[in-house]
């Protein structure tokens, strides 16, 4: 799959940096952060290939995202080694998508940008 890179124009339009100095893209479509994004951390990952959480991962894998799991189980999901939480996670991460009840958003999106 072909993913752009952003402009120098778009990365200081993007925003402030987050965790490990990568940047937070406001602004931006889903498909622009998609195009710019290679790290993806799966909040709520699972092995069930049969969940949403356990299919998401394996596609964006598939098409060539670097998946990293997170769930307290720990372990290894899809060849990669799950985290307890966002924070344990010691590389960039690009995009966070979240399988978790809404009720866990708002520490969830505080880990993301700790």
């Not at 069930?48 to 964006?60: E, T, V």
Request: hydrophobic share 40%; proline share 8%.
């Amino acid at each position: 799959m072909h993913r752009p890179r952003l402009t120098t124009h778009e990365r200081r339009r993007a925003g402030r940096r987050g965790r490990h100095g990568t940047l937070v893209l406001m602004g931006h479509t889903p498909r622009e952060i998609l195009g710019f994004a290679r790290t993806v951390a799966v909040v709520g990952a699972s092995r069930d290939p049969g969940k949403a959480s356990g299919k998401i991962p394996h596609l964006l894998q598939h098409r060539g995202f670097r998946v990293i799991p997170v769930n307290p189980g720990g372990g290894e999901i899809l060849g990669e080694r799950a985290y307890a939480s966002l924070l344990d996670i010691e590389e960039p991460v690009d995009v966070v998508d979240v399988f978790r009840p809404a009720t866990e958003a708002p520490g969830i999106a505080r880990q993301a940008v700790a």
